[in-house]
């Protein structure tokens, strides 16, 4: 029987806390900040579901825009492990905020919807009044606008509004945030809605307006009929907070007919919604080999005896084949395995958890749409590569192989109906690579590599040490647009470190660069060093050829990098060669 459905995001953000060092945390404040790498990437679409192109998203220091098909891509970086945010705008839509909970050494996948921002009515300030749109209502208080520096505004107040229905299968990707919470308590947890309000107030010109201090409005949000029972009498409010990503608890709403009505004291985005206390889910993906298997994705859903209720949410194992993050305590879960074809190959029921819960290995048989790797990397003198990996690409998907002592590799990789993949090796201590080979896949279950000989010289890279770690970034970006100067790793280092660099200079010299921010992770230890500046000051960059388009850039740069202030200088240097795309 379909369901009908209201939203509890699962906070399914996939960690290795096994292997986390206290290196990793960058205590910026009273509660530890811990940084992982990741890669971030998604779609865009409009209110139809079709993807919109030349969407604006800035993600920390890094900013794009979408393609004809709404995809976005980031290049791999530090991000807060609770959340960092993804800030997405567009003409003619309602800016929208996702909290992105990070797949540490992976990649992170996040769709969002954007809805049209439509005038829904007009009040004079003076008099106040009430504008009514399908599924909710706003009322403004009489004298009680203010526009810039809080000055009294008395004239027209252009209203738009939006309600997000519970119900509705779009509302996870229209919302702000992931609904992760705090109450009035001071407690984390996630929420369940019954219904979001979301309202900007403009004057015709544009300029926004907002609820004087001390002045009140009243929001009212239709709770449809398939919940309409199971909806309590009194509701918390929760306003999202764009400054943490996430909603704050803030007075209540109560149940009048079919609707909830309640005040608030200013606008954003505003929640009716139940809170649920979490525990920590975690696990690893390997096939009957016990190899780990990479970027499979992991389901978890809330079985709820109130058949009015569903909820779920999912990621992608990471390198080591991990998953693991935040569920409500208290509940039963449905936890599937789920192929790059989206197959369900594993169910299981967990809980009702009140600690804690590791699955530890969970054994999933992908043989017939995944491919188990082995071989080996070698050097000029063929001995093992231990510094260095083996870059496999499977039609979208990219996947680094990090050897062992003996040089020897062997992971499981999705692929789906792909026919073939390709591979090749770097040996990252001596700048060499070996000739990229195209394998045949076609009914196989184990592919052989055979043994990859690292011995020609890299044309482009970017090499640095950051704190004491050296990096070497194969395959890296440089181009030139507007005033600015870029080098960055594109989102092709390994094992998701990330390197970005501008400059407001273009030919060679020495200078200060506009911004830089460099990471180093090792998937083995855990241990990440991370440093960025802006208006870099301490880090000097000297170049000595910038080359046309299709030639390359070479220079070399030292200083240091900011971290947070407990830890402000972060050594950096390092050199790079990189051909310039444009």
């Given at each position: 029987m379909k369901k009908n459905l209201f939203f509890l995001f699962l906070i399914i953000g996939l960690i290795g806390t096994s292997c986390r060092k206290n290196d990793d945390i960058i205590t910026g404040g009273p509660d530890p900040v811990i940084y992982v790498q990741t890669q971030l990437m998604g779609v865009i679409n409009d209110e139809n579901g079709a993807g919109l192109e030349g969407v604006g998203l800035r993600w920390g220091q890094q900013i794009t825009t979408t393609d004809e098909n709404g995809f976005y891509t980031f290049s791999s970086a530090a991000a807060d492990e609770q959340g960092t945010l993804l800030q997405i705008t567009a003409n003619g839509y309602f800016d929208l905020t996702k909290t992105v909970v990070p797949i540490p050494n992976g990649r992170t996948w996040m769709e969002a919807m954007l809805t049209p921002k439509v005038l829904s009515g007009t009040v004079q300030a003076s008099a106040g009044g009430t504008v009514?749109?399908?599924?909710?209502?706003?009322?403004?208080?009489?004298?009680?606008?203010?526009?810039?520096?809080?000055?009294?505004?008395?004239?027209?107040?252009?209203?738009?509004?939006?309600?997000?229905?519970?119900?509705?299968g779009n509302t996870l990707a229209r919302m702000p945030g992931n609904l992760t919470a705090i109450n009035t308590n001071d407690e984390s947890g996630s929420l369940a809605t019954y219904g979001m309000i979301g309202v900007e107030l403009e004057t015709p010109t544009g300029a926004p307006l907002q609820i004087a201090q001390g002045a009140e409005a009243v929001v009212e949000m239709t709770i449809p009929a398939s919940i309409l029972a199971s909806a309590p009498a009194t509701i918390p409010l929760w306003h999202f907070d764009e400054a943490k990503g996430k909603w704050l608890e803030d007075g209540f709403a109560e149940k009048v007919g079919n609707r909830y009505v309640g005040t608030v004291s200013h606008f954003s985005f505003w929640n009716c919604d139940i809170f649920f206390e979490n525990v920590t889910l975690s696990g690893r993906?390997?096939?009957?080999?016990?190899?780990?298997?990479?970027?499979?994705?992991?389901?978890?859903?809330?079985?709820?005896?109130?058949?009015?209720?569903?909820?779920?949410?999912?990621?992608?194992?990471?390198?080591?084949?991990?998953?693991?993050?935040?569920?409500?305590?208290?509940?039963?879960?449905?936890?599937?395995?789920?192929?790059?074809?989206?197959?369900?190959?594993?169910?299981?029921?967990?809980?009702?958890?009140?600690?804690?819960?590791?699955?530890?290995?969970?054994?999933?048989d992908l043989?017939?749409?995944?491919?188990?790797?082995?071989?080996?990397?070698?050097?000029?003198?063929?001995?093992?590569?231990?510094?260095?990996?083996i870059r496999i690409q499977v039609e979208g998907i990219v996947v680094y192989l990090t050897p062992e002592t003996d040089g020897s590799v062997n992971a499981v990789v999705p692929t789906c109906d792909a026919d073939e993949l390709t591979a090749?090796?770097?040996?990252?201590?001596?700048?060499?690579?070996?000739?990229?080979?195209?394998?045949?896949?076609?009914?196989?279950?184990?592919?052989?590599?055979?043994?990859?000989?690292?011995?020609?010289?890299?044309?482009?890279?970017?090499?640095?040490?950051?704190d004491g770690a050296s990096v070497v970034v194969i395959e890296p970006d440089a181009s030139i647009q507007g005033n600015y100067l870029t080098i960055s790793s594109g989102g092709n280092s390994p094992d998701s470190t990330f390197f970005y660099m501008s400059l407001d200079q273009m030919g060679p010299g020495t200078y200060n660069p506009q911004s830089v921010e460099a990471?180093?992770?090792d998937p083995i230890s855990g241990n990440l060093k991370f440093g960025y500046c802006q208006g870099c000051m301490n880090m000097q960059v000297t170049l000595t050829a910038v080359g046309n388009v299709g030639?390359?850039?070479?220079?070399?740069?030292?200083?240091?990098?900011?971290?947070?202030?407990?830890?402000?200088d972060v050594p950096l240097s390092g050199s790079f060669k990189v051909i310039r795309d444009n």
């Open positions: 009514t749109i399908p599924g909710t209502s706003v009322t403004l208080p009489a004298g009680g606008i203010v526009g810039s520096g809080n000055v009294a505004y008395t004239g027209t107040v252009n209203v738009y509004a939006t309600w997000l229905d519970p119900t509705d993906v390997v096939n009957s080999n016990g190899a780990p298997i990479i970027g499979v994705r992991v389901r978890a859903t809330m079985v709820n005896v109130n058949p009015n209720i569903w909820a779920s949410a999912s990621a992608w194992t990471n390198n080591n084949g991990e998953f693991g993050g935040k569920v409500p305590a208290g509940e039963v879960l449905l936890i599937e395995i789920l192929n790059e074809c989206g197959a369900v190959v594993f169910s299981q029921e967990v809980g009702p958890l009140s600690v804690d819960l590791d699955m530890g290995d969970v054994v999933v043989s017939d749409k995944s491919v188990e790797i082995t071989g080996s990397l070698v050097d000029c003198d063929s001995n093992p590569v231990t510094n260095g990996y090749a090796g770097f040996d990252v201590e001596n700048l060499k690579i070996s000739p990229a080979q195209t394998y045949t896949i076609t009914g196989l279950s184990v592919l052989d590599l055979g043994v990859l000989t690292a011995c020609d010289v890299l044309e482009e890279y970017i090499e640095y040490t950051i990471s180093s992770f030639e390359p850039i070479i220079g070399t740069f030292t200083g240091t990098l900011d971290s947070n202030p407990s830890n402000p």
